[in-house]
């Protein structure tokens, strides 16, 4: 993902350069942050064109990120009746008894529909190194985003889609959201990746019939054949 700022742009990334490049940080790339770009391009043998693209946005430790390839959906393989299970249990379970040093998750999504930030994400410069989560695992982490459903199982044990009509509301919008800052991104469930049934549904069906996604939104490999079988 390549950030490039440069005069006319405001907001939050501005303030972010003004302050590396020490002058008033006022969120709007106007001539004195123009000019404090050129100095430092040419005090540091860069292109000097007023231009903070990647080159000088890493010269000044202002790093990007990794553009959000996935989104992620999961649940916690927890009863639909365990009605004590919420986004805390699932933080205090990975990082309190797993003694994970961060969660699996960026969101959680309880039955009511409540949604809660499990671990701080901020899409604008891309998924920096701390901002990532454990949920899909391996390599792709360092560009997923990861959301939970509590539930996933029903009262003995078995998977099934538990998801509330407040969960599928909650789900339906965040992952909208989600998308336009991170237009690129696909939607997986986490059994298109690993052999095991979360999220005990398509999340390739639902992407399509449901939000009525783009084909170049939904992953659809499925090489365990969860979401056929989902399918049905």
Known sequence: MNIILK??????????????LR?????????????????????NDLLVDGIAGPKTLATLGLQTGNAAQWICVHVSATPENAT???????????????????????????Q???????????LSDGIQKQETTYGIGGWRDAAAVNICLIGGLNSHGQ???TRTPEQRKTLDALTKALLKEAPAAKLVGHNQFWNKACPC?????????TLRLKDENI?????????????A
């Open 219 to 231: 992953e659809t490999q499925d090489p365990f054949g969860y979401a056929r079988t989902f399918n």
């Open 159 to 161: 998977p099934k889609d």
């Open 112 to 122: 009511d529909g409540t949604l809660v930030e499990l671990w701080k994400l901020d």
């Open 201 to 209: 549904f398509s999340v390739p069906k639902w992407a399509k019939e």
């Open 7 to 20: 005069i006319g742009d405001k907001g939050d990334q501005v303030r972010w350069l003004q302050r590396k």
């Open 23 to 43: 002058i008033m940080d006022d969120g709007w790339f106007g001539v004195i942050t123009e000019k404090a770009v050129k100095d430092y391009q040419r005090e």
């Open 84 to 110: 004590s299970i919420d986004a805390r249990w699932v933080k205090n379970y990975h990082m309190g008894i797993m003694k994970w040093n961060k969660p699996g998750y960026h969101f959680v999504i309880e």
